[in-house]
């Protein structure tokens, strides 16, 4: 599975060797910056990839008017200037470029979280304009001292390891890192409820989403040490500020140093004129390398996806970056095609649709499988384009529910149960297999590959003749359930792709598909 991407549209300040990068693989690149909302609008539909920094906003207006549009870059690493769900939707791939900035971003904290201790900014201010205040910026040194870190991903991990070289103390946490790996690089995980009370300095490093707006604020400060100090150099809006002015008013906070602002350039006067307070303008990836290294990497990114290799960086497309490791692959396709036999095979529409991977081999699958059948599923039913980006989405619109669970066992399965058909599979090799119908054995299993009958018949062989009479020059092979009485589920593969069976397919076929 691969992306086609003929003209990519970059819309900010971008690194040069972003768009080089691009047109050595053989794609061509604008770059237009600082355009209008309706100038962007206008300019969409003729690209089928989009990178941008900050600057440009990427509204659902925007992306409903990307009628090409496939894959859109964001050159760093927050994307709160891109509506995920509206691309999401459109199964519009959204990634960033998650390491790019990392060093940059880490050495800005640790700026100013020694700023913080120094007063080094109003003391540098203060000489400037000639005074002598040494008595005024007395310091506190950083020895021995807690500093928790709230988002222990990449820039939260080697804040900590700078700052543990300090001799501070590091807590920290994080919803996605057990207490067991932070330990692994020296941060003992707590709770947040925990944290406020033993922390000196908290400097954050989450995206900003509704868990996380608002997340140091009228509630946590008060059970804070009096005096505490606070950093953000990820995104505005995960310290209230207006929480925050409180709190440096009140003593309760004894300085903050801040890169980012709900609104930028920020407009809290009573914010940024407080003495307490240092700040500079979104600094945190603003450096020579960090910029070159972003640009590289998304570029690198998109042609990656071109050719099929991956999607590193992909935010909103779980089973697709899956479909695209090689380990994975496989899976995917089974799934996919499981999802378009069981829609196929019934009678009416699901609403629920039970997914267990089973075995060793998929005991990582469940997190991306069930999008895999979804998108199956859905395959007859979806009014717009459908892949594994907006799957899950469409089928919350139809009212489907999806159910993936994994279960031990020594085989590698995926069954699938939807109304009165159920399903299972595996990979063989790397092709995906039908295993049973309904506890109807396959034996060997048959091949989701091709083109496929399958009829329910309790003599198969004189059908198969029929079939193959009805389908005039193709040839057909018969796979045959073994295990059951009567009446039993039989497929049979043709070894030339037929779309139309001359209406023969109404007289026995329950299900005529091409995988």
């Known amino acids: 599975m691969a992306f086609t991407l ?8 971008v690194s040069p060797k972003c768009a080089e990068y691009l047109q050595s693989n053989g794609i061509a690149v604008d770059t237009k910056t600082k355009l209008t909302k309706e100038q962007l609008i206008a300019e969409i539909p003729n690209y089928d990839g989009l990178i941008v920094r900050s600057a440009t906003k990427v509204t659902a207006e925007v992306i409903e008017a990307g009628s090409n549009l496939k894959i859109i870059g964001r050159a ?49 201010r203060s000489l400037k304009e000639g005074r002598w205040d040494r008595k005024v910026y007395m310091g506190t040194e950083l020895a021995g001292k807690t500093l928790a870190i709230i988002g222990l991903g990449r820039i939260g991990r080697e804040v900590a390891k700078r700052m543990q070289s300090y001799d501070m103390t590091t807590i920290g946490f994080d919803p996605l890192v057990s207490a067991q790996e932070s330990a692994e690089f020296g941060v003992e995980w707590l709770p947040v409820e925990q944290i406020w009370p033993r922390a000196d300095y908290i400097t954050v490093h989450t995206p900003l989403i509704p ?54 350039p920020p407009t809290n006067a009573a914010l940024i004129q407080n003495p307490h307070v240092i ?14 290294r972003v640009a590289v990497e998304i570029a690198e990114q998109f042609v990656d996806a071109v050719q099929g290799k991956s999607l590193f960086g992909a935010i909103n497309a779980r089973a697709l970056s899956n479909a695209l490791k090689p380990e994975t692959r496989p899976v995917v396709a089974l799934g996919e095609a499981m999802g378009i ?14 997914v267990t991977a089973c075995g060793p081999g998929m005991k990582g699958a469940g997190s ?17 384009p459908l892949n594994l980006v907006n799957a899950s989405l469409y089928a919350k619109e139809l009212g489907v529910q999806v159910n993936t669970v994994y279960e031990e066992g020594s085989r590698n399965l995926l069954k699938v149960s939807a109304g009165s058909v159920s399903l299972v599979g595996q990979v063989q090799g790397s092709h995906p297999v039908l295993l049973e119908i309904n506890g109807q054995s396959f034996g060997a299993g048959v ?7 399958f009829f329910v018949s309790s003599e198969p062989l004189k059908h198969l003749a029929e079939l193959a ?24 593969k043709l070894t030339q792709p037929a779309s139309d069976l001359g209406g023969f397919e109404k007289k026995i076929c329950s299900f005529f598909t091409t995988f």
């Open 211 to 264: 868990q996380t707006k608002g997340l140091i604020g009228e509630k946590s400060f008060p059970v804070c040490k009096k005096g505490v100090r606070v950093v953000n150099v990820a995104r505005g809006g995960i310290i209230d500020e207006d929480a925050l002015v409180q709190a440096l008013e009140s003593g309760q906070c004894g300085g903050a140093a801040l890169d980012v602002f709900v609104e930028e």
């Open 6 to 13: 003929q003209r990519v549209l970059i819309s900010d300040n």
């Open 368 to 384: 991306y499988v069930g999008d895999a059948v979804t998108a199956g599923i859905l395959k007859s039913r979806a009014t717009s």
């Open 469 to 492: 009479g009805g389908l005039q020059n193709n040839q057909v092979i018969a796979f045959a359930a073994s295990t059951a009485s009567g009446e039993r589920w039989n497929a049979a």
């Open 341 to 354: 036999l069981a829609s196929g095979l019934s009678s009416q529409p699901h609403q629920e649709v039970n």
């Open 76 to 124: 760093g690493t927050g994307v709160d200037n891109i509506d995920i769900p509206a691309a999401s939707k459109k199964g519009i791939v959204v990634m960033n470029t998650p390491g790019g900035n990392t060093l940059s971003a880490v050495e800005h904290t640790c700026a100013m979280i020694s700023c913080l201790a120094r007063h080094i900014p109003q003391a540098h």
């Open 447 to 453: 091949g989701l590959v091709g083109s496929l009958v």
């Open 279 to 292: 700040c500079t303008p979104h600094l945190g990836a603003s450096t020579t390398e960090a910029q070159t």
